[in-house]
């Protein structure tokens, strides 16, 4: 009988338990905002839950920031003074636990994280990147050329992205961005890590600030590339952004084949027009019948393979 209790016990711990765990669902990788803007974090998790949810802060190179927690979906309470100003506030729904951050400073450019602690254990969701625009322009500088116009898909395209930066300790990083039409968001699509070890000096410029040149090469384009790309560098504990690369396709390409085309079927079409009427007004014999289908049929081979067939009919 006591094996009987005991495994009810185990049935009710294991569904409190069961309850306790929550999925965190980050959906946006990366958020960009003026300073001054406002934008809307979204976390997403379990309806059932028994765990407590919490939004972190991780700037660049330093350690993370408790925002605030809410257990059981209760009204959150605010740590490390994020409430002191009102810009920052919790957004409680359904399935949703959103940060929602107004009135942006330069500071707020970081990594915001959302989690679910229950006991010991802490399960993270993949983070949101926050950067914050234009957040300090007399200390870096992103150059990017406009606009970028491959031919047609197949072909490669380099894009080049010049980085200013004035002298301070510690590495810098280069990440690029593409953001395509419809998506609320670029996505990053390539990073160059530890930069300040690739970094090429530019010729253009003189100390204290160094110039480095970036290039990120795509090959074999398709429509898909289409979009326009962002290059962005970490350093001295900011971030900014270049002002992007769009990249379309011309269609040039695509115009003249399609004229050529149907110029040629027309052509064809006509051609074969005028053989049937010239046949039909004619009296043929079996033979001139063979020998008129035989040109419309030659005509064919001729677009398709410019060597015409040559047949001669002698008459009895």
């Known amino acids: 009988i006591y094996l009987k209790y005991i495994f009810i016990m185990f049935l009710i711990c294991d569904c409190f338990l069961g309850a306790a765990y929550t999925d965190i669902n980050q959906q ?3 958020k960009i905002s003026e300073v001054g803007g406002s934008v809307n974090l979204s976390c997403v998790t379990s309806k059932a839950s028994r765990s407590t949810i919490a939004w972190m802060k991780q700037k660049l ?8 927690t809410s257990y059981q979906r209760q009204p959150a309470a605010f740590y490390n003074d994020f409430d002191k100003d009102g810009r920052f506030e919790i957004l409680i729904a359904a399935e949703h636990f959103n940060l929602s951050i107004s009135n942006i400073e330069p500071s707020d450019s970081a990594t915001y994280y959302c989690a679910s602690l229950f006991i010991y254990e802490i399960s993270f969701g993949n983070g949101t990147y926050l950067l914050v625009k234009g957040a300090s322009p007399t200390k870096h500088k992103v150059l990017q050329q406009p606009v970028m116009n491959p031919e047609h898909p197949g072909d490669s395209a380099t894009l080049q992205c010049t980085v200013n930066t004035q002298s301070c300790s510690g590495d810098h990083s280069v990440y690029w961005f593409r953001h395509r039409s419809g998506e609320s968001d670029p996505g990053i699509i390539f990073t160059h890590g530890d930069s300040s070890s690739q970094c090429t000096r530019s010729s253009e ?3 204290p600030t160094q110039g480095c040149i970036y290039k990120l090469h795509k090959n ?4 898909s590339d289409a979009g326009t790309y962002y290059c962005a560098v970490a350093a001295c504990g900011e971030i900014l952004f270049g002002n992007g690369t769009k ?5 040039k390409k695509y115009f003249i084949p399609l004229v050529l085309i149907l110029s040629n079927v027309f052509f064809l079409l006509a051609v074969i027009l005028f053989v049937v009427l010239q046949c039909k007004k004619q009296k043929q014999s079996e033979g001139d019948l063979f020998l008129c289908l035989f040109n419309i049929f030659s005509i064919f081979l001729y677009v398709l393979t410019a060597q015409p067939l040559r047949f001669h009919h002698g008459k009895k």
Do not use: R
């Open 220 to 223: 074999n384009l398709s429509l």
């Open 205 to 207: 410029t003189v100390s």
């Open 247 to 251: 990249m379309d396709f011309t269609g």
């Open 28 to 30: 946006d990788h990366l």
């Open 61 to 68: 190179g330093e350690k993370p920031l408790l925002i605030a």
